[in-house]
Structures are given as C-alpha cells and as structure tokens.
Nanobody
C-alpha cells in the first residue's frame, strides 16, 4: 500500500495550495480518505475527511477555507487550501481508513510540508 502526497510548499498568508494524494494497493472507493496535519511539538489533528459517498467533515479551524475532494477513477484525494494562515504551517498527511466490521485498517502517507509565511 502506498499513499503519496504532493503539493506542499511555501506560500504567503492569504495564498492557496492544493495537495494531492495518490493511493495504490487499496480499494480506494471503499475507504474514507482524510488529511491530517502535525505542527512541531503538537499532536496530529484531522484537517478534513471525505467518506465513500462524498460526505465531508472539517474542524472549525479550517471550515470555509479548505475543501477536500476525491476522484475514485484516479485513486486520488485532494485538499484545496485557501486563505492560508501562518498557523496552518505543518506537515500534512494523507490517510485512508476502512472499517471491516471486525476491525479497522488505516494507512498513512509520508507527509508533505506546508509553510505559510506572515
């Protein structure tokens, strides 16, 4: 299984970035896909999630600024980030999650660094 995240970089406050995560080795359409982030010295937190039927979930900190989407034909999940703030600076990780009934399986990508300058 591989989750390869792309698109991080350095951007000024107020700018935008689009992250992509290409998945292989999983039945992509049957997985909930998510983006998490981890800033130095902090825990890893959920940024956005999208279910198999396209329902989305965001914490208040990014609601209205970030949009998650998925393309099942391309096995790819995206995170469009607008109106970026310095506090959005973190390593962003892609996650796949599947509930098998008797258990769950999570996979993580390698992370991509997003740096927002003030």
């Amino acid at each position: 299984v591989q989750l390869q995240a792309f698109g991080g970089g350095l951007v000024q406050a107020g700018g935008s970035l689009r992250l992509s995560c290409a998945a292989s080795g999983i039945i992509f359409s049957r997985n909930v896909m998510g983006w998490y982030r981890q800033a130095p010295g902090k825990q890893r937190d959920l940024v956005a999630a999208i279910t198999t039927d396209g329902s989305t979930n965001y914490p208040d900190s990014v609601k209205g600024r970030f949009t998650i989407s998925r393309d099942n034909a391309k096995n790819t999940v995206y995170l469009q980030m607008n109106s970026l703030k310095p506090e959005d600076t973190a390593i962003y990780y892609c996650n796949s999650h599947r509930n098998y009934g008797l258990g769950v399986k999570d996979y993580w990508g390698q992370g991509t660094l997003v740096t927002v300058s003030s």
